[in-house]
């Protein structure tokens, strides 16, 4: 219900803090586990919450080098299901600047690819990380979501 109200009152503050609070228990969880112990519908929320963590802070580079195949898959998929199409389209976007893709590549061959292009200093996602920072997060889209699914986040 708080989450509800926020959403209505657009209380930014209030809603980035629930957000934080709300995927920080997840993060614990995969922490002390693993990815594969969150519900799918876990596994939405987290994987947009840490892309949108990692290119925030390192952009779309840092996000492809260090976000695991399955979650990369799950933040296309999340955007997907939030009704977030400019995010969707950014990564799908960016996924098409690796040789031969889609599909994406796996995790090793990215990490080849991008070494070769940090040794020749190219970042071929400098346009997208703009773009992304003039798009934003999914926050209220993630938090919406959380509202209609609240017996995975909530205990009763």
Known sequence: EQVESCLISDDFNTLNSIDIEVCSLLQKKCSDHSFDALTAVQKLCLATFNAEGQIAGGGLFDFFQYTSDVEVLATLEAYEVFG?????????????????????????????????WFDKDKDPFSKLDDKFHDIGSALRERLKFVTVHPEHFFNS
């Open 84 to 116: 977030a199409p400019d995010l969707l389209k950014l990564i799908q976007k960016a996924i098409k600047k690796f040789p031969k893709s889609p599909p994406l590549p796996d995790h090793s061959t990215r990490e080849e690819i991008l070494d070769v």
